[in-house]
């Protein structure tokens, strides 16, 4: 069995993805007794299943735009009484009816932005295959309906270069958030996204610290990081 699940892992990194963001670690979710988690970018529900399993128990509420992926995330968290999943739609700085979302062959990639050659190069898979039509909303807009005010929150944003739109959306609700869970990229992978500078410094400004760094894109050509899982902590 150690060698079935070694040789999948060895297969994912080929493709330049992590298969763990917490691997043996403790979860800051589980370490800071957060009370709410909001997975913002939930895909299937991957990272909600994972960080159960490393002993999170509270309240988790999801957000997806794909069609497919949040059939799947439904399936995936009707069992789980402490796990709320959104009605379908995209997190970002504005609300409108519609938006179009790119579909990528992975579904993991998918993004409201076009996508660089750098990135389908080293990941095949992630190349735009569709479209797909959902809402957008503000986290602003709905804080309140999930958070009470004595909540410790967690905020995981994963959204394929669309990270900075889901913040500047956020601008009330940052104030009562104490850990901010960013993907980020080195080097443009998406069109218009920023980089990692600016959300160090944006994250800083609004009073959190660094807490920790993970890779998670790498260039199985040259090992080049170019995305990574970065958590920032605000202290009390």
């Not at 995981?156 to 901010?180: C, F, M, P, R, W």
Request: proline share 3%.
């Amino acid at each position: 069995m150690k060698n079935i699940k070694n040789a999948i892992k060895n297969i994912i990194q080929l493709t330049g993805y992590n298969l763990s963001r917490f691997k043996t670690t403790v979860s800051p979710l589980v370490y800071f007794e957060i009370d709410t988690l909001l997975d913002v970018g939930a895909n299937t529900g991957i990272y909600a299943m994972e960080v159960r399993k490393y002993g999170f128990k509270k309240k988790i509420v999801s957000f997806e735009p794909l069609s497919e992926s949040y059939k799947i995330l439904k399936e995936n968290s009707k069992n789980d009484k402490n796990w709320k999943v959104h009605d379908r739609c995209a997190i970002g700085s504005k609300e409108a009816d519609q938006i179009e979302i790119n579909v990528s062959k992975n579904s993991v990639s998918s993004s409201l932005l076009p996508m660089h050659t750098l990135h389908s190069d080293v990941a095949p898979n992630s190349i735009y295959i569709a479209k797909d039509i959902a809402k957008i909303i503000t986290l602003d807009s709905i804080f309140n309906e999930y958070i009470t005010n004595n909540d410790k929150v967690f905020l995981k944003v994963d959204t394929q270069g669309y990270e900075k739109e889901v913040l500047d959306g956020a601008k009330n609700s940052i104030k009562h958030i104490k850990i901010i869970e960013l993907e980020m990229s080195t080097v443009p992978l998406y069109e218009s996204q920023e980089l990692y500078q600016y959300f160090f410094k944006f994250l800083n400004d609004n009073g959190f610290n660094l807490w920790s760094i993970k890779s998670e894109f790498i260039d199985p050509k040259n090992s080049q990081t170019l995305q990574f899982n970065a958590t920032f902590v605000k202290p009390n």
